[in-house]
């Protein structure tokens, strides 16, 4: 009978412990979560269905039009985001991308996101390809196929020197109708990697916090 309820206390010691750790892990990653891209699902500057910026513009102080022109969807047109309730088309009147600098404080591994879809009202067979960076640190080429959903990329990046580094979404979408109708993006963000070994310690951290308070009550 003993042994039996010493198990049982043990077993309820490791679950409370269990269960401050993944509480502690879960509010520590929240912690490390923040997006350090500005405006990152385009909901600023409220448009109605369709508004073009050009190159050299910015269209809220932290994203510029680095080339063409680009368009900000809004609500009111047959396009539903990803996120939020607006959405960008890196093809405006003309083949255009945007940037933004970004400045990093801590070294480490970040994680960069986005989402990825194509404006398909005209030439649907042509492939929506857009070629996406991080300062010289990163760079690759990404491609939408009409009839495919949005389509969420998930990269990481090791940033040893902290610094600002120019984030660019450019569009290599040609021969649509007027090149008009391009790759679109959505809910992009930029958000440091929490180390494994760092959100471990926090958690025991925490677990002996609580069983000092316990024993002192």
């Known amino acids: ?14 679950l409370r412990w269990s269960m401050v750790v993944g509480t502690a892990l879960t509010l ?14 385009f909901e600023t500057p409220e448009v109605g269905r369709r508004v073009t910026w050009f190159s050299g513009q910015t269209f809220d102080g932290f994203w510029y039009v680095s080339q063409g022109s680009i368009d900000i969807v809004g609500p009111e047109n047959i396009y ?28 480490g591994v970040y994680n960069l996101f986005f989402a990825m879809n194509g404006n398909y009202a005209a030439s649907p067979a042509i492939t929506r390809t857009m070629s996406v960076s991080l300062g010289s640190l ?17 990269e990481n990046i090791t940033i040893s020197t902290p610094g600002t580094y120019r984030l660019s979404f450019i569009s290599t979408t040609r021969n649509t109708l007027q090149d008009s109708f391009g790759p679109m993006i959505d809910d992009v963000r930029l958000e440091l990697v929490p180390e494994p070994a760092s ?11 609580l ?7």
Request: aromatic letters at 8%; hydrophobic letters at 35%.
């Open 199 to 209: 959100l471990t310690a926090i958690g025991i951290g925490l677990a002996s916090l």
């Open 138 to 154: 990163f760079s690759r080429s990404y491609a939408h196929h009409n009839g495919d959903p949005w389509t969420v990329y998930s």
């Open 80 to 107: 539903t985001p990803y996120e939020g309730e607006q959405l960008v088309d890196l093809n405006g009147t003309l083949i255009g991308g945007i940037y933004q600098d970004v400045n990093i404080t801590a070294s």
């Open 211 to 217: 069983g000092l308070r316990r024993r002192k009550c």
């Open 28 to 41: 520590s990653r929240a912690l490390y979560a923040q997006n350090l891209v500005q405006n990152g699902s």
């Open 1 to 14: 009978m003993r042994l039996v309820r010493r198990t049982e206390k043990l077993g309820s010691r490791f």
